[in-house]
């Protein structure tokens, strides 16, 4: 029996994973495994989730797939080589789908400086 992938709106049970502290902690753990993109789309996320002008079932979706990417508990379980992130960047990539209406000039603003501070530079485009 295959496991399906939890679509945006479906990642809301995982929105009691989420903890601004621990989502810190793993962005610098899971930059190799994803990519510095996938990091700047949590990152993205995490800025709208958090602007006041997010609807609420917004917010509700975008905690649970930032949730997603914390939690242990995952489709794939991170520590398979190669895979272990996949699930987590396809529940990133639908947030981004979802939240792409409210990612504003501010909010790409506030998520490079995030990542800046992170790794010390803006990923190369």
């Known amino acids: 029996m295959s496991k399906k992938l939890p679509a945006p709106g479906d990642t809301q049970k995982y929105e ?7 989502l810190w902690k793993k962005i610098p753990r899971a930059l190799r495994r994803m990519g ?3 990091i700047f789309d949590i990152l993205r996320l995490y800025y709208v989730a ?3 002008g997010t609807p609420k079932h917004i917010k ?4 649970g797939a930032l949730g997603y990417f ?3 508990i995952d489709v794939i379980p991170d520590f398979i080589p190669i ?3 996949t699930d987590d ?3 990133i990539a639908g947030g981004v789908a979802l939240a792409h209406m409210f990612i504003t ?3 790409n603003e506030k998520a490079r400086e995030r990542y800046k501070k992170f790794f010390g530079a803006y990923p190369a485009q």
């Open 50 to 52: 958090t602007s006041p």
């Open 70 to 72: 914390i939690s242990p």
């Open 36 to 38: 510095a993109w996938v």
């Open 89 to 91: 960047a396809a529940v």
């Open 83 to 85: 895979a272990g992130f």
């Open 60 to 63: 509700a979706a975008l905690f």
């Open 105 to 107: 000039d501010d909010i």
């Open 16 to 22: 009691k994973h989420y903890d601004e502290g621990r």
